[in-house]
C-alpha cells in the first residue's frame, strides 16, 4: 500500500495545486512588485534574500495561476508584459492598502500617523504647499507627508488607481469614484508686462479670440471650454507647461499669458504684471478637494484633508484668488462656490 501511495498518479496534481497556491500569498504579491522595480529576477532575489531559482519558480506558478504571461525574460533582465504592468497596478495598490491598514491599527486614537500622498497642480503648489507643510508639522507630526506635483489629468488618474490619497483638482470631471469638495472658484484673466501708454482696462472676448496669447495645456482646456459656448476659441501662440518659464516669458515683455489670478498674484501685487479681465463672460476655474469614494480614510488622511481645506480658506481671505485692490478696479472676485448665486 505504502508503495502504491508513492507511485500513485493522483498525488501529482496535488502537489502541483499546492505550488501554484503559494505565490497568491503577500509574499508572491512583494516578489512580483520587487521583479518590476528591479527590471531583473537575479538583482530581486538579491534584495529579498532569496535564492533566485526558488524566485523564478515562484513567478511561473503566478503566471500559471493567472494564465498570462507577466515577464518577458531577456538576456539581461526582464519586461513587464501588458497585462503584467496591469497586474503590478493592482499589486502596488494592494500593498499601499496593507501598509494603511497597519497604521491605523497602530495610530494611537489621539495622534494620527501614517503615510498621506496629497497631489497638488504646478499653478496651486507653490501657493499652497509651504503653509500645509507648516501646518502638518504643528498640527500631525506623526504623520509623513509626500507631495505630488502634476496637472489635474495625472492627478485624477493618480486618485483612480491609489497612487493618490488626495488632491486639489481643477474642473474635475464628475464621476462616482471620487469624493468632491468645492473650495474656490477663481478667475482666469490675461495678464502681461506693464506698458507705459497702455489704457486697456480689460479683453473683450473678440479680441482675446484674436490674441496671440501663451496658456498651458490645462488652463487653455478650461478656457476653450467655457467661452466655446459663445462660438470663441483661444489663439494659443505658445503651449507652455511650466508656470516658472509663463513667469519669465511674462517679465521679458513677451506674452500676453491667460492664467488663473493666484498664478501670478504677488507679481501682479507688486506692478510687474498686469492683469485684464475677461468681458463678455465669467471665466474662471473651480478649485476641488478629491478623495477616492470607496476607499476608507485614515485619521492621518483627514487630518492633512482638513489642513489643505484651512490653508485654502486662508489664501481666500489674504485676497490671493482676486486681484490685487487696485490692480485693475473692476476686475473679477474669487468666490466660495457655495456661495455663489
Do not use: W
Amino acid at each position: 500500500m505504502a508503495g502504491a501511495g508513492v507511485c500513485d498518479p493522483n498525488r501529482q496534481p496535488q502537489a502541483a495545486s499546492h505550488a501554484i497556491s503559494i505565490p497568491m500569498d503577500l509574499r508572491g504579491i512583494r516578489y512580483f512588485v520587487q521583479i518590476a522595480d528591479c527590471g531583473s529576477i537575479t538583482r530581486a532575489a538579491a534584495n529579498l534574500g532569496v535564492a533566485q531559482p526558488a524566485l523564478s519558480r515562484h513567478m511561473q506558478s503566478l503566471e500559471d495561476e493567472l494564465g498570462m504571461q507577466l515577464l518577458v525574460r531577456l538576456p539581461r533582465g526582464v519586461r513587464l508584459t501588458g497585462p503584467g504592468r496591469q497586474f503590478l497596478d493592482h499589486c502596488r495598490r494592494a500593498l499601499r492598502e496593507l501598509e494603511r491598514a497597519r497604521e491605523e491599527l497602530r495610530a494611537d486614537s489621539g495622534s494620527p500617523r501614517g503615510q498621506v500622498i496629497f497631489g497638488v497642480s504646478p499653478t496651486l503648489g507653490p501657493l499652497l504647499v509651504p503653509g500645509v507643510v507648516e501646518r502638518v508639522r504643528r498640527q500631525c507630526p506623526q504623520v509623513a507627508l509626500k507631495i505630488v506635483e502634476h496637472f489635474s489629468t495625472l492627478l485624477f488618474d493618480g486618485l483612480l488607481t491609489g497612487r493618490i490619497d488626495v488632491a486639489l483638482l481643477t474642473n474635475p470631471s464628475l464621476t462616482r469614484a471620487l469624493t468632491l469638495a468645492p473650495l474656490i472658484a477663481e478667475p482666469i484673466v490675461v495678464l502681461a508686462a506693464p506698458q507705459p501708454r497702455d489704457a486697456r482696462r480689460f479683453y473683450t472676448l473678440a479680441e482675446l479670440s484674436k490674441t496671440p496669447v501663451i496658456a498651458t495645456e490645462a488652463i487653455r482646456a478650461i478656457v476653450d471650454d467655457e467661452i466655446g459656448r459663445y462660438g470663441a476659441r483661444l489663439n494659443v501662440e505658445v503651449e507652455v507647461n511650466a508656470v516658472e518659464a509663463i513667469g519669465r516669458l511674462l517679465l521679458r515683455g513677451i506674452g500676453p499669458a491667460v492664467m488663473p489670478v493666484s498664478t501670478f498674484h504677488a507679481e501682479i501685487a507688486a506692478g510687474r504684471v498686469v492683469a485684464f479681465p475677461i468681458a463678455d463672460v465669467n471665466v474662471h476655474r473651480t478649485l476641488m478637494l478629491a478623495h477616492p469614494a470607496e476607499r476608507r480614510r485614515s485619521a492621518a488622511l483627514d487630518e492633512v484633508s482638513q489642513i489643505v481645506t484651512a490653508e485654502m480658506s486662508a489664501l481666500f481671505d489674504r485676497g490671493v484668488f482676486s486681484l490685487p485692490a487696485g490692480a485693475r478696479r473692476n476686475g473679477p472676485r474669487a468666490r466660495r462656490p457655495d456661495r455663489a448665486a
